[in-house]
């Protein structure tokens, strides 16, 4: 249940304004004794002709607008103030979360809904960088925030496998191919005879022929060049699922744009038939004047495709095999423009599913005080920045160690490590809203104070250890109403409240397609809890037992939204650390 729906559903009926404007209204007080939540009166004057103050007072006597005890209403001047009654309050937060455990959020909102996510979708032969861990952090994250709330997911990967580079690929790799490089670090070598080729065309045109021709023939499915660029495909694959093995990803399926390549022609014919072709310097566009955006290449003079035309194919191609209620490209901002281009010329095309694709684009990635070794043009390898993490993070995890006098193995401190560096990754990711350009710092992403996976995870890891102690005591959280209303001093309201805002933010983050909406969250869970935590007392002879278990399931109740939360961020949690 959500307090704000509560409270503009029954000020809807009391007053004939809709629910949906009377939500918008409703405002948080700045001060606590103002209420939890306010309705300012102004908006009633007109139609009730009364003054804004004296509205609020008469409404503050209606017993419907108390639901049930809910709430406590009190008239200050123009607004109606409401009260959260603490007791009930924490009891049926608490109570439910923990009813729902680590799978707190789900909803059936996207029941029977398709929704497709697209991200990742690098290029194969490629090296595979921190902006490519953009798309692949966030459409992941978001994949599996719609997931939790209920929609049917499918996680498609259009990879770059297609296009007049892999003629060049092929014509380079039998100048100068090197099969056991090849077999050793694929993409390393696939990139040293690509930059090879464009030094050595320079001095001879004759290899961007050869490139052609072989471009040529692969598109008409010769064997030997077919074969050649699938072994490419294949070893470039085997790279990226180890990358996304170790961060949890999974795909359902890798579509890329060579999958696409035959579907062109009909798309051709069809764009024919509607007459939405037209010739312009010997290619084949669509004119997109009304929608106040340059034409969209379908052909090019020579008659071959471009990512267009694949990126038109493949939207059919979706609402065909799954008839999509929305899809959505997770891919940088420089695309936004490309994307526009091809929604609108589908929609000029008559498809209303255009209207149901959505490009959700994101900022740049830098870097603060961070050396790497970089290759062509400054790129920084994915791999390169987890290991780094993880290497980080393993130093400070033993430093820990040493210091709390803890006795992990060698093996227990490496996979804590390997989770929690590569946590700090993807949460500085997820961190802020997608459109902001990222920037990584060490002293950020490893503050074990601050906002920060690791200060996430430890928050979870030092609840999981509370738990672990009181049941060695023989101590449980208490699951009674009764007992859990007794969570209402400051210190408990804060955590409360902040675990209240979960639900709602999970909805938020999949309607604005920013999971930072419930990174925030968490870490404001995360600092109410440890601020309880450093003035209540959870365990101990000297405190009454009913409130150890009060207080035990306040401590669950926040482990299970962290844990849930930071799954929806794409980062797995550790008992201890
Ligand atoms: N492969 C492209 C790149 O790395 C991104 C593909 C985006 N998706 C699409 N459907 N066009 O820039």
Redesign the pocket.
């Known amino acids: 249940m959500d307090y704000r729906s509560v409270i503009s559903e029954n000020i809807a009926k009391l007053t004939e304004i809709p629910v949906e404007q009377v939500n918008k209204l409703i405002e948080i007080p700045p001060q606590k004794d103002l209420g939890d939540f306010a309705f300012p009166c102004f908006i009633l004057a007109k139609s009730m002709h009364k003054a804004p103050a004296l509205i609020s007072s008469e409404l503050a006597g209606d017993e419907s607008l108390k639901a049930n005890g809910m709430f406590n209403v009190k008239n200050a001047g123009p607004y109606l103030n409401f009260y959260i009654d603490r007791s009930a309050y924490a009891s049926d937060i608490i109570s439910r979360i923990n009813k729902a455990g680590d799978g707190f959020g789900s909803s059936e909102q996207g029941k029977g809904q398709n929704v497709i996510v ?1 991200f990742s ?3 194969i032969a490629k090296p595979f960088h921190v902006g ?1 861990a953009f798309t692949t952090i966030l459409g992941n994250s978001l994949a599996r925030i719609y997931d939790r709330l209920g929609y049917n997911v499918i996680r498609m990967n ?1 990879l ?1 496998d297609y296009g007049t580079q892999f003629g060049k690929l092929i014509t380079a790799y039998r100048l100068w191919g090197d099969e056991k490089a090849l077999d050793e670090d694929p993409i390393n070598e696939l990139l040293r005879i690509y930059v090879k080729f464009h030094q050595e065309a320079k001095e001879d045109p004759s290899l961007e022929d050869s490139a052609r021709e072989n471009f040529r023939k692969l598109e008409e499915g010769c064997p030997e060049e077919k074969a050649l660029w699938q072994k490419f495909r294949d070893m470039s694959l085997v790279v990226f699922r180890k990358l996304y093995d170790r961060m949890g990803i999974s795909f359902d399926n890798y579509n890329g744009e060579s999958f696409y390549s035959d579907r062109i022609p009909a798309v051709v014919d069809m764009l024919n038939e509607k007459g939405l072709l037209e010739e312009s310097e010997g290619a084949q566009v669509v004119k997109l004047d009304e929608y106040d955006l340059p034409p969209c290449i379908i052909l090019k003079s020579d008659g071959t495709t471009i ?1 267009a035309s694949r ?1 038109i194919a ?1 939207i059919l191609y979706r609402k065909e095999t799954y008839d999509f209620d929305k899809n959505i ?1 997770v ?1 940088g901002i420089p ?1 936004a423009l490309h994307f526009k281009q091809v929604f609108s010329v589908l929609k000029k095309a008559g498809y209303d599913c255009a209207d149901n694709c959505v490009h959700v684009g994101f900022g740049l990635v830098k870097f603060k005080n961070m050396a790497f070794s970089t290759r062509d043009g400054n790129i920084v390898l994915l791999e390169d920045l987890l290991n780094a993490a993880v290497e980080k993070t393993r130093e400070v995890i033993v430093e820990n160690n040493n210091l709390r006098g803890q006795d992990m193995t060698e093996e227990q401190i490496d996979e804590i490590a390997e989770k929690v560096g590569i946590g700090s990754v993807i949460y500085t990711y997820v961190k802020s809203g997608r459109e902001k350009d990222i920037v990584f710092s060490w002293e950020d992403m490893l503050n074990f104070n601050g906002n920060s996976a690791p200060y996430l995870m430890y928050t979870y890891a030092r609840i999981r250890s509370i738990i672990r102690k009181a049941s060695e005591s023989g101590i449980a959280s208490s699951s009674d109403p009764s007992v859990l209303g007794s969570l209402t001093s400051d210190d408990e309201y804060e955590v409360v409240s902040a675990l209240a805002a979960f639900e709602d933010s999970v909805k938020r983050a999949a309607s604005t397609y920013e999971p930072f909406v419930v990174s925030r969250v968490l870490f404001e869970t995360a600092s109410a809890f440890n601020s309880f935590y450093n003035n209540c007392r959870i365990l101990g002879d000297d405190i009454d037992r009913k409130d150890s278990e009060a207080r035990l399931a306040l401590c669950e109740a926040v482990s299970n939204v962290l844990k849930a939360g930071l799954y929806l961020l794409g980062i797995e949690t550790v008992e201890r650390m």
């Open positions: 697209e979708s690098p290029n490519h259009h770059g990512y990126d493949s490209y891919v695309q």
